[in-house]
């Protein structure tokens, strides 16, 4: 299977609106040209925006664990679906989730045909999210988010047990690696612990050159 590739691009202003929707087009070019599964998260506010553009592969940020029309400020999973979104990113760092609303989002998910990338920090965490088919899986410590240290490099004993617990109890879910993915190099011991994909947000949109940046992470796949 291709490598997989999550570019997030939290509430960055230089990727709003029109901004996001040509970085998104560019990065789709890359990942073709490489060889890579891309999956793009807007700011939330883009995310009908970027759905228009069919090329696209759109994930939504954060959806709300609820149901029905008269959910005023609510994100619904019918309304992703309806617009033309892929999947969604559950319980990331910055917007945690509870058990309880990950495991009806996972099985809302699965029925309307939306694709799930779980955030997980630990392992202590990853053992509590017993729930419904989840098709990715990311490590994300909080603490290497954003940073120049990934986790690939700080904490490989974390990646290589998670990615082992989720062969073992998760067979069916892809391995993601998180928090401070930079350069190559980090992706490819990523890779050599088990990595499947990485998710990644500031290592490619707030670099200079964006594109060239994620076209030096996916190089780390095929060293």
């Known amino acids: 299977m291709k490598p997989v590739v999550i570019v997030n691009f939290k509430s960055y202003r230089r990727v709003l609106g029109r901004r996001g929707a040509t970085l998104a087009r560019l990065a789709a070019q890359v990942a073709d040209e490489r060889g890579v599964e891309l999956y793009v998260a807007p700011q939330l506010i883009d995310t009908s925006?970027?759905?228009?553009?069919?090329?696209?592969?759109?994930?939504?940020?954060?959806?709300?664990?609820?149901?029905?029309?008269?959910?005023t400020g609510r994100v619904t999973l019918d309304c992703l679906?309806?617009?033309?979104?892929?999947?969604?990113?559950l319980n990331h760092s910055e917007y945690?989730?509870?058990?309880?609303?990950?495991?009806?989002?996972?099985?809302?998910?699965?029925e309307v045909g939306l694709k799930t990338c779980l955030c997980?920090?630990?392992?202590?965490?990853?053992?509590r999210f017993e729930t419904n088919k989840i098709d990715f899986?990311?490590?994300e410590p909080p603490e290497?988010?954003?940073?120049?240290?990934?986790?690939?490099?700080?904490?490989?004993?974390?990646?290589?047990?998670?990615?082992?617990?989720?062969?073992?109890k998760?067979?069916?879910?892809?391995?993601?690696?998180?928090?401070g993915?930079?350069?190559?190099?980090?992706?490819?011991?990523?890779?050599?612990?088990?990595?499947?994909?990485?998710?990644?947000s500031s290592g490619v949109v707030l670099s200079d050159e964006p594109v060239k940046a994620l076209d030096r992470l996916i190089s780390g796949f095929f060293w």
């Open 49 to 71: 925006l970027l759905c228009e553009d069919s090329k696209l592969q759109i994930f939504a940020q954060h959806c709300d664990a609820v149901e029905g029309e008269a959910r």
């Open 81 to 89: 679906a309806e617009m033309g979104a892929k999947g969604l990113i």
């Open 96 to 110: 945690p989730q509870t058990l309880e609303d990950v495991a009806q989002l996972t099985r809302k998910a699965l």
């Open 120 to 127: 997980v920090p630990d392992l202590v965490s990853l053992s």
């Open 137 to 139: 899986i990311a490590i």
């Open 144 to 168: 290497l988010i954003g940073g120049n240290l990934s986790v690939s490099r700080a904490k490989p004993d974390l990646l290589l047990k998670a990615f082992e617990y989720i062969d073992r």
């Open 170 to 179: 998760r067979g069916g879910s892809r391995k993601l690696c998180g928090a």
């Open 181 to 200: 993915i930079k350069t190559a190099e980090d992706v490819k011991i990523a890779k050599q612990l088990g990595a499947e994909g990485i998710l990644v």
